[in-house]
């Protein structure tokens, strides 16, 4: 029992000397260390003893500010439709029917509209079918009471609104069979009836996206 505590009693004393010695050991100093910072800014890392290290940041320039590379501004162009070649067929109807007074004249009629869907595909149309003729028993305009009264279709009794979609679905047919356009592309309409035979056309018009109809109707365009 005794030599245990001699022994421990010796280990103390060897530490307490041991620790004397390492405090009476001169401190290094930790030498600073300097980064650069992006911007102009630098990192400066101060030194400090042994045991007592630590770090500080200064900014060399207090102003200085990262610089943020922003992508361009792209402008969003709203791309118009072309341009109809026209705003009407002019085609010499048979009154009282569907079809031409003159075949072969009017591939020269339509040719130009076939032309302009092959070169637009994306465009699709509505053709609208109208009416003409001096009966005076006959209301003007358009309308459920001018597209319920009565007349010739080929021949047969039908109505003014089924003379007008049989004179427009006449130049679908032929846009469809002749020049391969998709008939989806087209849509067929009822116009008008008015007291003039100039009035047995076909007319065009561009169908509006859905996008274009919000952005009219924003801009008071029917």
Do not use: W
Not at 56 to 72: D, E, G, L, M, W
Not at 174 to 194: C, F, H, W
């Amino acid at each position: 029992m005794a030599k245990q505590y001699l022994i421990l009693s010796l280990f103390f004393v060897l530490s307490i000397a041991a620790n004397a010695r390492i405090g009476s050991l001169p401190k290094r100093k930790m030498p600073a260390k300097t980064h650069n910072f992006c911007g102009g800014g630098i990192v400066t890392l101060a030194g400090g003893t042994e045991g007592k290290y630590f770090k500080t940041i200064r900014f060399a320039n207090s102003h200085a500010k990262a610089q943020v590379h922003k992508p361009p501004l792209v402008k969003k162009v709203l791309v118009k439709d072309p341009p109809l070649p026209m705003p009407s067929l002019k085609i010499d109807f048979i009154g009282g029917t569907d079809r031409y007074q003159d075949s072969l004249k009017v591939d020269s009629i339509i040719k130009p509209l076939a032309t302009y869907l092959l070169a637009n595909e994306k465009i699709n149309i509505n053709l609208i079918g109208n009416t003409g003729g001096d009966d005076r028993n006959v209301p003007t305009g358009g309308g459920e009471r001018v597209y319920k009264a009565i007349t010739k279709l080929n021949g047969k009794e039908s109505t003014y609104g089924e003379l007008m979609g049989a004179r427009a679905n006449a130049v679908k047919n032929y846009l469809v069979s002749k020049y391969n356009i998709a008939p989806d592309r087209m849509k067929t309409e009822l116009g008008t009836q008015q007291r003039d035979e100039n009035n047995r056309t076909v007319g065009v018009e561009v169908r509006k996206s859905p996008l274009r109809k919000f952005i009219d109707s924003l801009l008071g365009k029917p």
